[in-house]
């Protein structure tokens, strides 16, 4: 098998260079949202864009995340293939009428006649002192959404192989994009046809003492957690879920199988977060495999605060993994 | 508002028998889903376009068929059998049967023809109105020169996105006509007691929209003010609100039974001097157009099709539980069970 050129840079170009590729590829293929053209968005992951393909395909809307994101499920109803952007995923709390209510549950409402194709993608999870209104955490509310997918990248391979899979398929996806995330390095294949499937989770590291599960950055804490781990010998497998929504269980359930032992971390607040759910999972299936409860790290059931030193005591960290670890092992 | 009824009007008689014929088939059609709402044979939450239909048959005749996009909230059932939708299919999937459009997954508020580019059939208030923008950006966005008719009713007018899409509408020059069924209810609640402005045309003034208010029970005008219209946004390239003046003769859906509740039998009566169907049946008598007993043998027909067409329905079986999981997703089944 031929092996494609591997090419550097971050997860905000893997991002950028996805959308491009598929703008050119596609007619189809359009991008809209609040301030993602002339202004190159907020995160710029959409800077140039708009002098390449004009307001046509690069479209600034009003500040009304309703009304736009319901344009959009108008137009993949008919065909096209929207990407909206979300300035960020707390603002789709606006929209969560027109994803759920009517997005979600186009095709099956209409029996199997009509189809959304639209990616709604953009940064879910705190960034840097947002606060309270800005740092949402929304991938396990869709997650709970029959009729969605929903993807949380942890990798800059996956950002730009799992954004290929959303752009090309048929229903409506969440792509949440960690800010935290935005200027990590990676590499990817240079093969604009390259693309990572949904519902495949997988092993970044592997070990035999216990699975640290998690998805988004959450999955780059459990790597720096693993690493801790082993220089005091402990052998930490991270399973990296990347797809909430189809939930890959089989990847999960047979590194507890191996390992006995599970942590789940997730940025997210703790209570009803996704998280609980795969926890829960491990639980129902694993039961004879497991030789300790499972454990869940999940953001503090607070609203984000804004100084640095009270968002970073939400945000889960390798200390506050390594403690759950502690217990367990 | 609206000009005079009585004019010459340029329809042949074929036309306005076939016209008649479109009446009589809704207004049967309808009675026989609130019937079979009482039977128990439908369930859930039906709204019928008893009295209204003048609007959906003056408007559909100005559309080109199968080339624009319509699309509706809840009380959609006339559009889609207008837009050659399958009636059978349409009573099917009110009955929840397996030969409904949506395999009876839909059920009355959310019929579908996708087909004949009707849209639904959607039950969040004002939820779809930015949708039907949606339909005419595609139909821009595709160089198309469809125009997209999206029915709202005056409770919807109140919501926050139709404002949105409005503005959105204008600013990016969207062939979308905003039709707003004002039938002077929202559910139980009546106009002055829910818009702070009654005249809902206006609503489209502050964004630049060309609104106006028409009589939406007058199916002679209705087939002008319709025709003008969508031939302006045609060749115009820009959105129109329209407010239709229309009346439902029966309540907001099949579960409301007691009407004076929210308006006295007095006014219910005068507005039945509205009814199209029996304005329409005048005409045509008056004017020497159909005989009365013509007009009869017509009525009786359409009485045995809808009949049949119940019947049909009726024999379609209820969906498999296994159907539980299809069209979830488009190429993947969710999780099973419990």
């Not at chain 1, 792509?175 to 970044?204: C, M, R, W």
């Amino acid at each position: 098998m031929a092996t494609a050129t591997l090419i550097e840079t971050t997860f905000r170009d893997a991002i950028h260079k996805c959308i491009d590729e598929e703008m050119e590829r596609n007619p189809d293929v359009f991008v809209l949202g609040e301030d993602i053209g002339r202004y190159e968005g907020t995160f710029k992951v959409t800077k140039g864009l708009w002098p390449k393909y004009g307001e046509k395909r690069v479209i600034d809307t009003p500040i009304v995340e309703p009304g736009f994101t319901g344009i959009a499920i108008g137009a993949a109803m008919t065909g096209l293939r929207p990407i909206v952007e979300m300035m960020t995923m707390s603002f789709s709390i606006l929209a969560l009428d027109q994803i759920i209510n009517h997005a979600a549950k186009v095709h099956y409402m209409t029996g199997g006649q009509a189809k959304v194709p639209m990616v709604v993608r953009g940064p879910g999870g705190a960034a840097k002192q947002l606060s309270a209104q800005h740092s949402h955490s929304m991938e396990g509310w869709y997650a709970h959404c029959p009729g969605l997918k929903v993807v949380a990248p942890a990798t800059v391979e996956d950002a730009y192989g799992m954004l290929k899979t959303a752009i090309w398929d048929d229903n409506p996806v969440i792509f949440t994009e960690n800010p935290g995330l935005y200027t990590i390095k990676g590499t990817i294949p240079d093969d604009k046809d390259f693309s990572v499937p949904f519902g495949k989770a997988q092993i970044l590291h592997e070990g035999t003492d216990i699975s640290l599960v998690g998805y988004s950055r959450m999955t780059q804490v459990n790597l720096a957690v693993a690493e801790e781990l082993s220089k005091e010998g402990i052998s930490a497998e991270v399973v990296d879920v990347r797809s909430l929504l189809p939930l890959d269980t089989d990847t999960i359930f047979a590194s507890v199988a191996k390992t006995h032992r599970a942590v789940v971390v997730y940025e997210d607040w703790r209570s009803g977060g996704f998280g609980a759910e795969i926890a829960q999972r491990i639980s129902e299936d694993c039961f004879d495999d497991l030789d300790a409860p499972v454990l869940r790290v999940g953001g503090l059931n607070v609203p984000m605060p804004y100084a640095r030193v009270l968002e970073l005591e939400c945000i889960p960290d390798v200390k506050d993994v390594l403690e759950k670890v502690r217990r367990i092992l | 508002m609206a000009k005079s009824a009585n004019l010459e009007h340029p329809q042949t008689p074929a036309q306005l028998e076939e016209f008649y014929r479109q009446m009589v088939f809704i207004r049967r059609f309808e009675e026989k889903c609130n019937l079979a709402y009482r039977q128990g044979k439908a369930g859930g939450y039906l709204h019928v376009y008893i009295g209204m239909e003048a609007t959906a048959i003056g408007w559909n005749a100005a559309l080109k068929p199968g080339w624009d996009y319509v699309i509706t909230a809840y009380r959609d059932h006339a559009q889609p059998l207008l837009m050659g939708a399958d009636p059978v299919k349409v009573m099917a999937e009110i009955m929840g049967r397996q030969g409904g459009y949506s395999h009876g997954k839909g059920g009355s508020m959310h019929i579908y023809d996708i087909e004949h580019n009707f849209y639904g059939g959607w039950g969040i208030v004002g939820g779809h109105v930015a949708m039907g923008a949606g339909l005419a950006f595609a139909a821009k966005y595709r160089e198309e020169d469809r125009v997209a008719v999206c029915y709202l009713g005056d409770g919807a007018s109140n919501a926050g996105v139709f404002f949105e899409t409005l503005n959105m509408a204008s600013l990016w020059d969207l062939p979308v006509i905003f039709v707003i069924e004002n039938n002077e209810f929202a559910m139980g609640t009546r106009l002055e007691y829910h818009a702070s402005d009654t005249h809902l045309y206006k609503r489209g003034e502050p964004f630049g929209i060309k609104s106006e208010r028409v009589d939406g029970m007058d199916l002679f005008t209705t087939l002008e003010d319709a025709k003008r219209i969508v031939d302006w946004v045609r060749t115009n390239q820009r959105p129109y609100l329209v407010e239709v003046m229309n009346y439902r003769f029966a309540g907001h859906g099949a579960a409301d039974n007691d009407r004076q509740l929210y308006r006295t039998k007095e006014e219910e009566d005068e507005n039945m001097k509205r009814d199209p169907l029996a304005r329409l049946r005048k005409y045509l008598v008056d004017k020497k157009i159909c005989s009365d007993e013509k007009l009869e043998a017509v009525e009786e027909e359409i009485s045995d099709q809808v009949e049949k067409i119940y019947e049909a329905a009726d024999a379609s079986p209820f969906p498999d539980p296994h159907e539980v999981y299809d069209h979830v997703y488009s190429d993947m089944a969710p999780e099973a069970g419990h």
